[in-house]
């Protein structure tokens, strides 16, 4: 069975400052990955996703993920963050004839 | 069309009552999907429907559970002698073909006394 590890339940940063939101997953055929954004009292949102062709997706908002075969990897990142950016952060991968697998989540906490 | 939709937003229940909840999906999505949400946890599978067939139930779900589409647009989630560890955000999805981008509704959120 599918499984994604996201190891840092919380992450606090300071503003204007970098983040990575770390996700790795465990599969072993053609995967598609995404990364959902939850804010505070809001319902999940996609933030961008990988489903073939260029290993770095961007989102519009500045984050990118790239993602990395032989490391099972998808992080997160962003160069420069916001207060707006406080949410929680989920990985999700899927294959093929499977559903979706969700992480369990990285409260991103960013400070002034 | 602004979205996935459900109701209600919140349910407050006694132990060993039947609770259902409905979602609205996006007008032409075909597929729907359950999840469940509890604290400090990302969304867990329960079931999904295209069309109105339902195709997949997790091995998790109690057969207290149980969700119908009836005329694949509209879906609802019934849970049936609620127990406390019940008490969970239940969220729904819906997309248009397989790999494509869910699109989650704001959740149920139910708390089982």
């Known amino acids: 069975a599918q499984s994604v590890t996201q190891l840092d339940s919380q992450v606090p940063v300071f503003e204007e400052a970098p983040v990575e939101l770390r996700c790795n997953y465990s599969s072993s055929v053609s995967v598609y990955l995404f990364w959902y954004v939850q804010y505070p009292n809001q319902g999940l949102q996609l933030l961008l996703k990988y489903l073939s062709g260029s290993t770095l997706v961007e989102s519009i908002n500045g984050f990118e993920a790239e993602f990395n075969k032989s490391q099972t990897s998808f992080h997160l990142r962003k160069p420069s963050v916001h207060i707006s950016d406080t949410a929680e952060y989920f990985c999700a991968v899927r294959t093929r004839g499977q559903n979706f697998v969700f992480g369990p989540g990285t409260r991103l906490s960013v400070l002034p | 069309d602004t979205g996935v939709s459900q109701n209600p937003r919140h349910k407050i229940t006694k132990r060993g009552q039947n609770v259902t909840f409905r979602c609205d999906p996006i007008s032409e999505h075909n597929r729907l999907y359950w999840y469940r949400q509890t604290l400090g946890q990302g969304p867990e599978f329960l079931t999904y429907?295209?069309?109105?067939?339902?195709?997949?139930k997790s091995r998790l779900l109690s057969d207290r559970f149980s969700a119908e589409r009836p005329k694949g647009s509209f879906s609802t989630l019934e849970i049936q002698r609620t127990e406390q560890g019940d008490s969970a955000m239940y969220l729904c999805?819906?997309?248009?073909?397989?790999?494509?981008?869910?699109?989650f509704g704001p959740g149920t959120r139910l708390l089982v006394l």
């Open positions: 999805a819906s997309s248009f073909g397989e790999i494509e981008t869910q699109y």
């Open positions: 429907f295209q069309n109105e067939a339902q195709l997949e």
